[in-house]
């Protein structure tokens, strides 16, 4: 067991991308380009099998996601293999395909928080980000349902230049719904949204104005909904600690089964996923070259190995310094400590109206 010199904790979240399989086309998409195909999907006992797994080696919680997890038929009895785990179980949804009646069945099976994104609170422009005519509508439905079952409810707001103006717009729309807490989430560059970046990408001014407005929204709404947000990269001056530093905190399965240290993982060439057909969740977890590649701070080269904030961001992500230099073992280009942040910087300044690549 490699560890590059980390101290390996048990960790705390599974996310499960129970299917690629979804009726939208959002154009920040954080699925692969490349999407798993339904015959290649884990079946039901398999997904029971790694709830089991996880909870045996200390996560506390379970992500069901996607795609759009309730195309899976078996959705019910995954959330059920889940309960029986002893996992919190949050199901994140478009809600484009779960009626009431399935909602319901959806809690009794082991549904503990239901996250539902909305794309934009004017539903004619949420619909045409969704690629998806009458997507806002079925949203607001399911919201209503999971306040209904008393289940507590997140809206994810996805953030990029064709919605950024309307940000008090969206949390009005998610106090309405009867959220209890509410994700700002700018679009991370990965997967579909790269592919859209020019189409996507704010304006600093657009960024700028936003991050005043959510500390308004923030101190306006303080004591009646959580508000989570975060700076998007390309305009930031540190890095992130991406999913809490490589293999440290979480791990995903994608639905063919490959264990990755994050959802953008396989974007790095020349690393190894194993998969929960041939191993177990902890020997993975222990043991994977994937997870052991980017864990700790041995790997790190210059100016990170000296860095005093080394500790704190790993680096940043190691998705984004491949994508973005072509070698993970840079610093994030992000930091304005890295060599090449300079061309973050003119990258997004690359904003283009042009219509979106929708995820299909």
């Known amino acids: 067991m490699s560890t590059n010199g980390a101290t390996l904790n048990a960790p705390l979240g599974l996310l499960a991308e129970l299917t690629h399989r979804c009726p939208l086309g959002c154009p920040y998409c954080s699925n692969p380009l490349a999407l798993d195909q339904r015959e290649a999907e884990l079946d039901t006992a398999a997904w029971a099998r790694v709830m089991r797994e996880a909870a045996g080696l ?5 992500h069901l996601s996607g795609g759009e997890p309730a195309a899976r038929r078996d959705l019910e009895q995954i959330a059920k293999a889940a ?37 934009d609170s004017e539903p004619q422009s949420a619909d045409h980000i969704a690629g998806y005519k009458g997507a806002s509508g079925r949203k607001r ?3 209503a349902e999971v ?3 008393g289940l507590p409810l997140t809206i994810n707001m996805v953030v990029h230049r064709a919605n950024i103006s309307r940000i008090g717009a969206m949390v009005d729309l998610a106090l309405s719904l009867g959220a209890s ?43 009646r909904i959580v508000i989570d947000a975060v700076v998007p990269d390309y305009y930031a001056r540190f890095p992130k600690p991406c999913v809490g530093g490589w293999g ?8 063919a089964g490959r264990v990755l240290p994050c959802h953008a993982a396989e974007v790095i060439p020349g690393l190894e996923f194993w998969n929960v057909r041939e191993h177990s969740l902890a020997d993975i977890w222990r043991n994977s070259p994937a997870f052991s590649a980017f864990r700790g701070t041995e790997w790190m080269a210059e100016p990170c190995r000296s860095c005093a904030m080394k500790e704190k961001d790993f680096g940043g992500c190691r998705c984004q310094a491949f994508l973005l230099t072509g070698d993970a073992r840079n610093a994030d280009p992000i930091c304005h400590l890295a060599p090449q ?20």
């Open 83 to 119: 309960r029986s785990a002893g996992l919190y179980c949050n199901l994140i949804t478009s809600a484009v395909g779960i009626t009431a009646q399935r909602m319901e069945a959806l809690a009794d099976a082991g549904i503990d928080h239901v996250q539902i994104s909305i794309q």
């Open 147 to 149: 306040v209904k079952l």
């Open 181 to 223: 807490r509410i994700e700002i989430a700018h679009v991370q560059y990965y997967g579909w949204a790269l592919k859209n970046r020019a189409a996507l990408m704010p304006s600093r001014e657009q960024v700028e104005q936003a991050v005043k407005e959510v500390e308004a929204l923030r101190e306006q709404h303080c004591g």
């Open 248 to 255: 440290r905190r979480s791990l995903n399965v994608t639905p």
């Open 58 to 62: 200390g996560v506390l919680q379970v």
């Open 141 to 143: 439905a399911l919201a």
């Open 341 to 360: 942040h300079a061309h973050v910087a003119e990258l997004a300044a690359m904003q283009i109206d042009t219509a979106y690549h929708y995820r299909r």
